[in-house]
């Protein structure tokens, strides 16, 4: 890499979203959820000169839930945060809820990445974070005596760019053609080690593979 260009402000295997994510604002989800941005992984950081200014591009990947496969896509840095921003809270058994819930961003800044077996069973690091999204509605109905209003306000989780589980099944050292969308260069910032993952893929009823970066896996992730 050449020596005048140095990392931004991201890294291979931050997790990582775009500044409109709602979840940077508030802890619950208002409107409609399928504008909500997922929650992604940096896998190849791309500096550009610019003049004398250094600007940043980031290959960041997801998984489409509604196709099951992974999608990768281009964004500037200053179009994205990293995760650590996002507003939680946790819903205990008894009902009860926990505002200042951070134990979510430890656990996911805690993680470290597994180590190849054949037939380990891993978990794509967003995962947790996906699946504990929630969002809040309301439904206002017409008393039928008195005609006052009465609102309710309902609670559930919103699971969109969920993965499921993976089973490693290979391992390599490059990028596979199609995974990037730019052509790695001596400035590229990358993996250095890609891990082949299987899951069985229900839209196409067959099981479908991918090489990704070892940053973007987890021993598998365990749930309350």
């Known amino acids: 890499m050449n020596d005048e260009i140095k990392e931004g402000k991201f890294s291979i295997g931050d997790v990582v979203t775009l500044k409109t994510h709602p979840m940077f604002k508030a802890k619950r989800i208002q409107g409609d959820n399928r504008y909500v941005p997922p ?22 990947i997801y998984f489409n839930d509604d196709k099951s496969e992974f999608i990768c896509s281009i964004l500037s840095q200053s179009d994205i945060d990293g995760f650590e921003n996002l507003l939680f809270e946790r819903i205990n058994k008894d009902g009860t809820s926990i ?20 037939g380990k069973v891993v978990s794509f690091r ?35 760019f969920a993965t499921p589980n993976f089973v490693l099944c290979g391992i390599k050292a490059s990028y596979p053609k199609g995974l990037l969308n730019r052509k790695i260069n001596q400035d590229s910032i990358t993996s250095n080690q890609l891990f082949k993952i299987k899951w069985f893929n229900p839209t196409k009823n067959k099981f479908s593979e991918q090489y990704l970066p070892k940053e973007c896996l987890v021993d598998e992730i365990k749930f309350d």
């Open 39 to 60: 929650v992604m992984i940096v896998i190849a950081v791309y500096p550009e000169k610019r003049d004398d200014t250094l600007i940043y591009k980031y290959d960041c």
């Open 126 to 160: 967003t995962k947790k974070i996906e699946i504990y999204k929630k969002r809040t509605s309301k439904k206002i109905t017409i008393h039928p005596k008195n005609n006052s209003l009465i609102i309710e306000e309902t609670l559930r989780y919103v699971v969109s």
């Open 99 to 118: 505002d200042n819930y951070t134990s979510l961003i430890d656990e996911v800044k805690a993680h470290t990445f597994p180590s190849f077996e054949s």
